[in-house]
């Protein structure tokens, strides 16, 4: 198993602002997941992050929104870019080819 | 379009009662069903299910899977109130690359 961890834990933030979740994880990973779930919904898949190319993203979801940065095997960092109300959510950074261990998630309130 | 879907989507029982929770999918490349307790913001992982016709166990939870039929159940007997969490289903696929596809989730609540 991997252990994840995740932080911030959970941040109120202006509209219009910028917010970087960063993932750190206790061994080298090739893929790692980010997702995202909304109030009363289910985990949805933002992309996937791989070390040395492009973070591969899912429709609906596009670079400028969502910048994603993998530096290592073991690193990863999501930035949700000019917020708005509808992007409250849980934000999930998650590994594993088996299994998929998360994050202990970020509670993002955008006001 | 890759799907999967659990049902009931919320359930309200009793300790001590018996409850079953669904999922079925169509998932092209499958390679494996998991399943998952969802209580705050994580997700804790319960079962990985691969093989068709083999029950998993882990104390009163147990899951099996039928891949003729596309489904899996998720068995919890004798109910407490600390099984009351959303339970999440998701297909791991090998279609074009790896990810895992997640259904809208069971909310379990159980009363003493």
């Known amino acids: 198993s991997a252990v994840i961890s995740q932080k911030p834990s959970r941040d109120i933030c202006q509209r219009g602002t910028s917010l970087t979740i960063q993932c750190q994880v206790d061994s080298q990973v090739t893929m790692m997941f980010w997702y995202r779930q909304q109030p009363g919904q289910s985990l949805t898949l933002i992309a996937t992050?791989?070390?040395?190319?492009?973070?591969?993203?899912e429709s609906g979801f596009v670079i400028d929104k969502f910048p994603i940065s993998r530096p290592n095997l073991t690193f990863s960092t999501l930035t949700v870019s000019n917020m708005s109300p509808e992007d409250s959510s849980i934000y999930l950074c998650?590994?594993?080819?088996?299994?998929?261990?998360f994050g202990q998630g970020t509670r993002l309130t955008v006001v | 379009e890759d799907k999967v879907v659990q049902s009931p989507l919320s359930l309200v029982v009793h300790e001590g009662d018996t409850v079953t929770l669904n999922c079925s999918y169509e998932v092209t490349n499958f390679r494996s069903l998991l399943w998952y307790k969802q209580e705050k913001k994580a997700p804790t992982f319960l079962f990985m299910l691969t093989s068709s016709g083999i029950e998993k166990k882990s104390g009163r939870l147990s899951s099996i899977l039928d891949k003729k039929e596309l489904f899996s159940i998720l068995n919890i007997t004798a109910t407490q109130t600390g099984d009351s969490a959303v339970y999440l289903c998701?297909?791991?696929?090998?279609?074009?690359?790896?990810?895992?596809?997640f259904g809208t989730g069971t909310r379990l609540k159980v009363l003493a």
């Open positions: 998701a297909v791991a696929s090998t279609s074009g690359t790896y990810k895992y596809i």
């Open positions: 992050a791989n070390q040395g190319s492009e973070a591969t993203y």
């Open positions: 998650s590994v594993g080819n088996t299994e998929a261990f």
